[in-house]
């Protein structure tokens, strides 16, 4: 049972930074991809970045690129999210999910296991 369990959201200003990590469990991930997805309210789930677990290749939305930084560390089989630059429109719920299979998609749907999300609130 794969079992993902997000850390790290709070409350910032703009222009701060947060870290938000992300513990995965129940099996071996040589062979998926971990992303992060955040949902505003009223919006729909969008993508964030994501990271091959084997090689660490790396994809980042538009709307993040050149702030937030995905990265893993295998020996402690968490995926990080470093969030540098925060502006107000970054407010969301934080998920992380897992894919199998190595490709940067975009599309919520096309993942297959989800954490409960960590809140990330950003003050003007």
């Known amino acids: 049972q794969v079992q993902l369990v997000e850390s790290g959201g709070g409350l910032v200003q703009a222009g701060g930074s947060l870290r938000l990590s992300c513990a995965a469990s129940?099996?071996?991930?040589?062979?998926?991809?971990i992303g992060w997805l955040r949902q505003a309210p009223g919006k729909e789930r969008e993508f964030v970045a994501a990271?091959?677990?084997?090689?660490?290749?790396?994809y980042n939305a538009a709307s993040v690129k050149g702030r937030f930084t995905i990265s893993r560390d295998n020996a402690k089989n968490t995926v990080d999210l470093q969030m540098n630059s925060l502006k107000p429109e970054d407010t969301a719920i934080y998920y992380c999910a897992v894919k199998e299979g190595l490709s940067f998609t975009t599309t919520s749907f096309d993942y297959n296991y989800w954490g409960q999300g960590t809140q990330v609130t950003v003050s003007s």
């Open positions: 990271i091959w677990w084997s090689t660490g290749n790396t």
């Open positions: 129940g099996r071996t991930f040589s062979w998926h991809t």
